[in-house]
C-alpha cells in the first residue's frame, strides 16, 4: 500500500499537456510488453487480440515519463506548501469547500456516521484532489501508464502493477479503457485513485447501479471508507499548531512525518502544543513558506491522510481545509 500513497496528486498539478503531446510508439516491440500480454492472457483470462490492438494505440506519453525521471520541473509530482496555499487554500477556493459540504451535508453526514469519520476532512479530501470536479484530469490513463509500465523510471515496477489493474477495472466496470482520462500518473475521478485503489475503495455510495470514481456522492463513500479503514479516531484533530515562532526551523528533533516523537521529548526542545493534544505521541510537522517555516504536531490521523498521500503538505492542507469549514 505504501507505494500507492506515493503518488496520489493535487488537482492543481493536473493541467493540460503544456509540453509535449503524446506520440505514437510501437510498444508491442518490446519484449517486456509481450511477456506483460501473455502473463494477462494466462493469469486473468484476456484475450491476446483485445490486449495487443489495445496497446497498439497506446502512446508515448513524454510528458508524463519526465516526472518521473527526474528531467521535469521541481514540484512537479508534488505541490510546495505555497503552491497549496495559493490554490487550494485561498479565500475562493475555502469557500467552494463550505458549499460543497452545504450542498452534500446530507451524504456527508451520512457516510460519517457509518464510518465513524469526522465529515469536514472528507470535504479537505475531496477539495484537494479535484476542487470538487474542477481538476480531475485530462490525461489519457491508458497512454500515461503504458508510458510509464515499460520505461525505465523510479516507481516503474508500481506504474506496471497499475496497468494490470487498469485492464481489470475496465473489465470489471464495462469501461472502454481508450476514453478513460485522468492525471499524469494515471489516477482518476473525483479523489484521484489510481486503478488498484479503486479496485479496493470504488463503491456505489449513491445506489445508482454504478461505482464511478467520477461520482462526488460515490466518492465521499469512497474517502469515509478509506479513513475508516487505516484507523481514522473520530473526533481527533489530525494536527494542531505549536509554539514555533521563529523564522526557520533548523533544530532537533528532526521534522518527520513517519516517526513519532513522545511530548516529553518535544517540549524538553522547547516545543509544545498551542491547543489540546490527548496523544502521547505526535508526528513534528514543518512547512517552509517564503519568510518561515511553520511547526505542527500530527496526531496518528495525520499519518491517516498521508497513507493517500505521502506528503506533510498534503496532509495538512487536507487538515485546514477541514478546520476551514468546521
Known sequence: MRSVLLIFLLPLLLLAHDDRPPIPHDFLAKPSVQRFISMMVTKHHFKRAYLRRTLHHAKLDRDTLDRYTGRYKVGSTNGSWERYKAHVLDATTLHKAKQFKHDYYSTLRRASREYHVDLDYIVGFICVESKFGEYSGDYSVLDALTTLAFHPNRMQRFFKSQLKHLFLMAREQGYTIERLKGSFAGAMGMVQQVPSVFRKYGMDYNHDGVKDPWSLEDSIGIIARFMHKNGWREGLPAAVTTNFHAIR?????????????????????????????????????????????????????????TRYNNATTYGLAIHLIAQAVR
Open 249 to 305: 526551523y533548523h533544530q532537533s528533533p528532526k521534522p518527520s512525518r513517519k516517526r513519532r516523537y513522545p511530548l516529553s521529548t518535544l517540549r524538553r526542545h522547547g516545543i509544545t502544543p498551542t491547543q489540546p493534544f490527548t496523544q502521547s505521541k505526535a508526528y513534528l510537522l514543518k512547512v517552509h513558506n517564503t519568510t518561515h517555516d511553520d511547526l505542527y504536531l500530527g496526531s496518528s490521523n495525520f499519518r491517516v491522510l
